[in-house]
């Protein structure tokens, strides 16, 4: 009797994913103080044009906030969104455009934020805004 041996290909899938010009390694977002913190870092940037950040709260559509220029392969990126106090919402949801020389664009996965603030500095944050 004779035994056959096969050959099996085992191919590691990364944790990165291809996007429109680039490699995302991570996107992630935290409540810090009174802003929200947006990080991500890239893997590889191919004939990438810009990230574009996007905003929205559960019951709205999103909106273009940010657009942050390329800096090169495997590099961190971060994002303070010192607006975000001033919102009504406490639930906001970002994620990037990212767009390639081209102009093809692909989005990122969805990240969400629960931002706590206080009335008192949401309140005092849109008073200063009506005086600048």
């Known amino acids: 009797m004779k035994l056959r041996y096969s050959r ?3 191919v590691l899938i990364a944790v990165t994913a291809l996007y429109a010009g680039a490699y995302l390694d991570y996107f992630q977002g935290r409540s810090e ?8 870092k890239t893997g590889e940037e191919v004939n990438l044009q810009n990230f574009k950040i ?5 019951q ?3 909106v ?7 800096k090169g392969n495997n590099s961190y990126y971060s994002y303070l969104d010192q607006s975000a106090y001033k919102m009504s919402g406490l639930i906001f949801i970002y994620r990037l455009k ?8 692909s989005y990122s996965n969805e990240v969400t934020v629960s931002h706590n603030v ?3 500095k949401r309140t005092w944050g849109s008073i200063k805004a009506m005086f600048r």
Do not use: C, H, M
Not at 64 to 69: L, S, Y
Not at 98 to 105: E, F, P, S, Y
């Open 33 to 40: 103080g009174d802003d929200i913190r947006l990080e991500w």
């Open 98 to 105: 990212i767009v390639d020389t081209n102009g093809q664009a």
């Open 60 to 62: 709205n559509s999103f």
């Open 64 to 70: 273009e906030i940010a657009t942050v220029q390329p």
């Open 8 to 10: 099996y290909l085992i």
């Open 54 to 58: 996007e905003r929205k709260t559960p």
């Open 118 to 120: 206080s009335g008192v």
